[in-house]
């Protein structure tokens, strides 16, 4: 089985400063790949950022960086220079290479991020 | 590109009422799923799709079918709708490739009364 913990349901963050949301997960299966997702009020679901757990390097993507801890089990996003519309819940989830054959991908159960002026 | 298209985007049944929620995508994406949005639980794996004509139960597939005829499609059945069933419904695509993210359509709103 895997599991994903997202532990801050709410963080709020002035604009222009970094913050990092955290995910911590749990697998038993030797590859496996961890994504976020953005959820803005209207509702769709924006691929964020991609780490697997052989990347050498951790995983950026414009504003948006991985911390990957695989010790740890830890894969926290970065946002850095927030901005207004960053406003959104965000999603940790992560897909392991034996679990339903590849294709389940587990959600944590996300952090509401509120940026303020 | 249209993506991933789901119809409808809201909708009301009665206890005991079916309907099929429509999912359809033009990306040629082998791999399609639906999840289930709560409050508080994020999305759950119902059912998925490797390719045309293969399906498997995800984490919660009680209460649901799913068929795939053809790559494009992949309606979600709901067989006898009951109060629990109310939810947001999210159809996925992705193209082979373990690292390749899911593209999610805009999801269905759904209410069991």
């Known amino acids: 089985a895997q599991k994903i913990t997202q532990t801050q349901p709410g963080m709020f963050v002035q604009e222009k400063e970094a913050v990092t949301l955290d995910c911590t997960y749990d697998t038993s299966d030797p590859s496996y790949g961890l994504f976020w997702y953005k959820q803005p009020s209207s509702g769709e679901m924006i691929f964020l950022i991609y780490?697997?757990?052989?990347?050498?390097q951790n995983a950026t993507e414009g504003r948006y960086s991985l911390n990957f801890q695989k010790a740890r089990k830890s894969a926290n996003l970065v946002i850095s220079a927030s901005q207004l519309g960053d406003s959104a819940m965000y999603f940790c989830?992560?897909?392991?290479?034996?679990?339903?054959?590849?294709?389940?991908?587990?959600f944590g159960t996300g952090t509401q991020l509120k940026v303020e002026l | 590109n249209a993506g991933v298209t789901q119809t409808p985007k809201f909708q009301v049944l009665k206890t005991g009422q079916s309907m099929t929620l429509q999912c359809a995508q033009d990306?040629?994406?082998?791999?399609m799923s639906w999840y289930r949005q709560d409050p508080g639980m994020g999305l759950r794996l119902i059912h998925y799709?490797?390719?045309?004509?293969?399906?498997d139960q995800g984490e919660v597939p009680n209460g649901y079918n799913v068929s795939r005829s053809t790559t494009e499609d992949f309606p979600l059945r709901l067989l006898s709708a009951a109060p629990s069933q109310t939810s947001v419904y999210f159809c996925?695509?992705?193209?082979?490739?373990?690292?390749?993210?899911?593209?999610f359509g805009d999801g269905t709103r759904l209410s069991i009364l």
């Open positions: 780490q697997g757990s052989y990347d050498q």
């Open positions: 990306m040629n994406h082998e791999y």
């Open positions: 989830a992560m897909r392991g290479i034996l679990t339903g054959g590849g294709n389940k991908l587990t």
């Open positions: 799709s490797v390719g045309a004509g293969i399906t």
């Open positions: 996925a695509s992705r193209p082979t490739g373990f690292h390749q993210p899911q593209h």
